[in-house]
């Protein structure tokens, strides 16, 4: 190899030493410089997108948080299946079955309209206090519609 280079005159051999030099700095580049400005790029887009999730969770909480004084507690007095019972009638739900599972209630329904059945289990979580222990839906063959499987509601 030397004896090849020593073969070349000086002006192939400054040809080759600034082609050579050429290449160390494209390798560099490629496999340097290229590769961390990408990292710290996708780094700064994660951070934006952490940064404005933090503050749509901040937001939500003191939402939260003004909304969880406007709950209604429950009637102590009034049992917890006629609680559901009425709020169902008013809300035109027709309830399949009903089973008292210790201090929580486990309900079924037939066929109802997700969206009314959203709109009830808001309705007993804000004005009755009931929370949602446990839900287990099935689809049905009408679109927008759910068959409640076991819905368990409690008190707070």
Do not use: C
Request: glycine share 6%.
């Amino acid at each position: 190899m030397k004896a090849w280079w020593l073969g070349l005159n000086t002006r192939e051999q400054r040809l080759i030493g600034a082609l050579g030099g050429v290449v160390l700095i494209f390798l560099f580049y490629s496999l340097v410089w290229q590769p961390l400005n990408n990292n710290i790029e996708n780094t700064e887009k994660r951070v934006a997108h952490q940064t404005e999730l933090l503050a749509w969770v901040q937001q939500e909480t003191s939402r939260y948080q003004a909304n969880s004084g406007n709950v209604k507690r429950p009637n102590r007095n009034a049992s917890l299946s006629s609680i559901v019972n009425q709020a169902a009638n008013q809300s035109g739900i027709f309830i399949t079955r009903i089973q008292p599972q210790g201090s929580d209630l486990q309900i079924w329904i037939d066929n109802i309209a997700f969206n009314v059945l959203l709109q009830w289990l808001e309705q007993l979580s804000q004005q009755h206090g009931l929370i949602i222990k446990n839900i287990d839906l099935d689809a049905t063959d009408i679109n927008g519609e759910v068959r409640v499987r076991r819905l368990q509601l409690g008190n707070n």
